[in-house]
């Protein structure tokens, strides 16, 4: 064997370690929350959550900026704790569930930025596409659970402007920012 293969055979082999690091992740969705929260005629706020989430991520401690991550909201799942209200959320004057059913967000790239990571990518709310960055909390040291899986968290963040994405409803009755909170709970199983 030449010299040159064995120094070509040896780089791999350093480079495999570091490519084996990036780990694949799934939301569960039984410990996931998608919230949110917009002021009411300007003199309160109303929080309600998508009791709905899944996605999956990727994640190598060692070079975060390699993060990815998708995440399907069923948009049929918005829950203020008042069934007109979410009624009305579900219907062509917000939401309009039937024609859009699903909240996406795909990423495209990411920054580690003071130890908090800012993911980029497309949020698609009724039909409209808009790219946005997602500000993180996290992840958390991953942890074995006691079924023997690991598991990590994060929360992600955002202020997004109705209006943008088409989910006009409600006048002047409904402010147009709206903060979004994902507390998402990332597991993989034990093999």
Known sequence: ????????MATLALALPAAAQTTSWKIDPQHTAAQFAVRHMGVSTVRGAFTKVRGSATY???H????????????ASVDTRVQ???????SPN??????Y??????????????GKLKITGDLTIHGVTKEIVLDVD????????????????????????RKDFGVNGGGALVGDELTITID????????
């Open 138 to 161: 996290g992840p958390t040291q991953e942890i074995k659970d006691p079924m023997g899986n690991r598991r990590m968290g994060a929360t992600a963040s955002i202020k997004i402007n």
């Open 101 to 114: 059913p699903t909240i996406t967000f795909r990423s495209k790239q990411a920054a580690a930025d003071q």
């Open 84 to 90: 007109d209200r979410d009624n009305d959320l579900r």
């Open 1 to 8: 064997m030449s010299r040159v293969s064995l120094i070509l």
């Open 94 to 99: 917000f939401l309009d569930v039937e024609k």
């Open 64 to 75: 975060p900026a390699s993060t990815t991550l998708e995440a399907t909201i069923d948009a």
């Open 184 to 191: 998402a709970e990332l597991i993989r199983p034990a093999k």
């Open 60 to 62: 190598d401690s060692d």
